[in-house]
Each structure stands twice: as structure tokens, then as C-alpha cells.
């Protein structure tokens, strides 16, 4: 795979990772992870309802909200001790992840308590897996395999189910058609996005290009049946990068535009037409000076909260906002200053009570039932691309 294009200029803020050392590594560190457990004072806030097609509110909380949550975070930090890794909690949710390593070594299974190594997952011959989305109930993952000389060269999907105790089965080609990148129109394409319905019955597999002249090219999103390989929805957004992507149970798919969250109601369904892309939070929504809720973001299963990644200038947060209004709820993880590796959410539970996410170097934080503790183990994270597909999935 050839080093991802770095995205346009005014798109500076968005780089969450160090650039990968050659054009065919990705690097593999200990990312900075943060574990969140019974977020129920967030989707408190927060309507279980999915999103109406109305006006997005922007948010209306200050400089002294934001400075309250990061006070009250380090504080809880300091007070408590190592998290107790209860059998409710999101690691006992999402026992395990799989994670890309360095181009062309292929997939890694390890536990999410420990991080610790259960099984190596080889790309199929001539390949290299370049994302992998999680595919639905019973702790499936979709990857994908591009070969080894990527321009012009079909991407393929394949299916990987867990056995007991995380063991991988067989990798089975899908019938998603293949997805062609390479240049084309003096334009590179390539795969910004992949994600699978909680019900492990439809893929989204976005695409951007980046152009000559350095600004982003067409993208393209597409909706296919994982049964049929049918593609259900063709949806052009515009010249932008459609990234991390994330469906509702309802079938809404939501994903990064703008340095804000989009989304598309519907897009699910088996019906000629879906409704248009539409703003669901804001660019300019956050608080304490801190906006941009784009960047790594996920919708909650139940359609009720949106995780982001918030910044300003080279410090970035993790925030929840409310998706039915678009209103800013509180501050998750306390802003790092340029942190180094990925930060932003990684896994929500289906009510948003529960989540697993990251920011910063090293920094493993537990949040449960409204405690704030530290974790005493990093895990083995990969680093990200920017931009570029998700490369770890629970």
C-alpha cells in the first residue's frame, strides 16, 4: 500500500497521528486508551429517539462548562485507583479486538482487558489488509484486502467469525463487489470508510480522492447487502472525505464531513431512494473554545448520542453531543496537548452507556458510573493514516 496522500492544507488540525515512517508502514505503538463504562449521566441528557430531519441546535455551553468536566476528570483521576474490570462493564461487552498492524503482517486478536496476543489473523496471498470493520452479533469482523501493488488494483471484502475464546475461524470472501482505487482523472481514490450494521446485514464503504492541485476530489459512499453483494445505495456527498462511519440499529448511517457529523437516515433501507446526507452536529458545536466534532466520531446503536473528537489549536478532547438536538453534553476525556497517537472513541455500546476510547500518549482512563480512574496497562493500538479507514474494530 503506498503512503496515504495528506489531505488538504485547511485541513491541518485534522492529523491525529505521526506520519507513518515509509510508504508501506503503519506504525504500531502503545496508543493512549481510555476505557468508559455506564456513561449514564451523558445519555442522561440525551433522547433515545433517532434524530429528526429538523434544525441542528448548536451548542449553547461556555468556556466554564468545559473547564468544570477537565477539573473534575483529573480530579477523579487522582482520587481513584486502578479500574476494577467488573463482568458488566464494556470489556466484559467487547471482550475482544482485532487490529491491523504493519502493512502486510496482517490482522492481530488480542483481549481488550489486557491487551494480550490470542491469535495472528495472515492476509489472504498477495494481499494486505487495510481495514477491518466489526460485522455484527456473534464477534464477526469485515476486512479488507488490497494487493500488494494497490493503483488500479481491486480492494476485496472477506467475513472473519471468532470462535470460543477469540480463536479466528476462516477469512470467506464476500460478495461485496470489489471496490477499484488508484488514479483515475488525475484524481487518487482510495477507501475512507468502512462499517457494518449492529445486525451484521448491510455494509457502507465510503471512498475519497485526492487531487493534482491538492484539494479533495469526488467521493462516494456506497450501501451494500452482505448476503447478496447487492448494492442497495449509491451516495455522491461532494468533494470532501466521507470518514468513520457508523450505523444506528435503524439502519441511519452517520460519518465525518466538514470537520462535522453527517448522517442518513434510512440509508439501510432496501428501497429505491434514502433520504439526502444531512448536518447532524455542527462544525462549530463544542464548548471551552473547542469545536470541529468530526475527525474520529461514532452514533450510539440506540441513535441517541454522537462521540467526537473536539479540538483547538494542537490540543484535542473526546466529547458527547446529543444527537437529536446537536447540543454539546459534556467533555469525556480531558483535552492532550498534540497528542501523538489516535484519540477519540473506539467502541459504543448500544445505548452509549458504554464505550471504550482514546487520547493521548499512555493515558488509560476508566470511567464508571461516573468515576474516573486510571488504567495500569497500555494496550497495543494501531496508529492511524490520516486520512484513511479504520484499522481496528471490537
Not at 116 to 145: D, H, Q, S
Not at 266 to 274: C, D, F, L, S
Not at 293 to 302: E, L
Request: net charge positive; hydrophobic share 40%; glycine share 12%.
Amino acid at each position: 500500500m503506498t503512503q496515504q496522500p495528506d489531505p488538504p492544507a485547511a485541513r491541518a488540525r485534522r492529523r491525529l497521528t505521526a506520519r507513518p515512517a515509509g510508504p508501506s508502514a503503519l506504525a504500531v505503538a502503545g496508543l493512549a486508551a481510555a476505557l468508559l463504562a455506564s456513561l449514564t449521566s451523558l445519555t442522561s441528557l440525551a433522547c433515545t429517539a433517532s434524530p429528526p430531519a429538523g434544525r441542528v441546535i448548536r451548542s449553547a455551553a461556555g468556556p466554564r462548562a468545559a473547564a468544570t468536566a477537565q477539573t473534575a476528570a483529573r480530579r477523579d483521576a487522582a482520587r481513584h485507583g486502578p479500574a476494577r474490570l467488573t463482568r458488566t462493564g464494556s470489556i466484559a461487552r467487547a471482550p475482544y479486538y482485532l487490529a491491523l498492524a504493519r502493512l502486510g503482517s496482517g490482522a492481530t486478536i488480542r483481549r481488550t482487558a489486557t491487551g494480550r496476543l490470542i491469535a495472528r489473523v495472515p492476509p489472504p496471498a498477495g494481499t494486505e489488509l487495510v481495514a477491518v470493520a466489526a460485522a455484527g452479533p456473534g464477534r464477526a469482523f469485515l476486512l479488507a484486502a488490497q494487493p500488494a501493488r494497490p493503483d488500479n488494483s481491486p480492494i476485496r471484502f472477506y467475513r472473519l467469525a471468532l470462535r470460543a475464546g477469540g480463536r479466528p475461524g476462516p477469512l470467506r470472501l464476500t460478495r461485496i463487489p470489489a471496490l477499484t482505487v488508484g488514479i483515475r482523472h488525475q484524481c487518487r481514490t482510495q477507501l475512507a470508510g468502512l462499517a457494518v450494521t449492529p445486525d451484521g446485514r448491510t455494509a457502507a464503504v465510503s471512498t475519497l480522492s485526492n487531487c493534482a492541485n491538492g484539494t479533495a476530489g469526488p467521493s462516494r459512499i456506497e450501501i451494500v447487502s452482505l448476503a447478496t453483494g447487492r448494492v442497495l445505495h449509491v451516495v455522491r456527498p461532494g468533494k470532501d472525505y466521507p470518514l468513520w462511519l457508523s450505523w444506528t440499529a435503524r439502519g441511519a448511517l452517520a460519518y465525518e464531513w466538514g470537520q462535522g457529523v453527517w448522517w442518513i437516515p434510512g440509508a439501510a433501507a432496501p428501497g429505491p431512494r434514502i433520504p439526502r446526507p444531512r448536518p447532524l452536529i455542527p462544525a462549530g458545536a463544542g464548548a471551552g473554545g473547542f469545536t470541529g466534532p468530526g475527525g474520529p466520531s461514532m452514533i450510539s446503536p440506540d441513535g441517541s448520542v454522537v462521540i467526537a473528537t473536539i479540538g483547538r489549536g494542537n490540543s484535542l478532547a473526546v466529547a458527547g453531543f446529543s444527537a437529536r438536538t446537536g447540543r454539546f453534553l459534556r467533555m469525556i476525556i480531558a483535552p492532550a496537548g498534540n497528542p501523538t497517537w489516535y484519540c477519540g472513541p473506539l467502541w459504543v455500546g448500544a445505548h452509549g452507556r458504554h464505550l471504550l476510547a482514546a487520547c493521548g500518549d499512555r493515558t488509560e482512563v476508566s470511567l464508571d458510573a461516573g468515576r474516573l480512574t486510571r488504567l495500569a496497562s497500555p494496550w497495543r493500538l494501531p496508529g492511524y493514516p490520516v486520512p484513511g479507514p479504520p484499522v481496528i474494530a471490537w
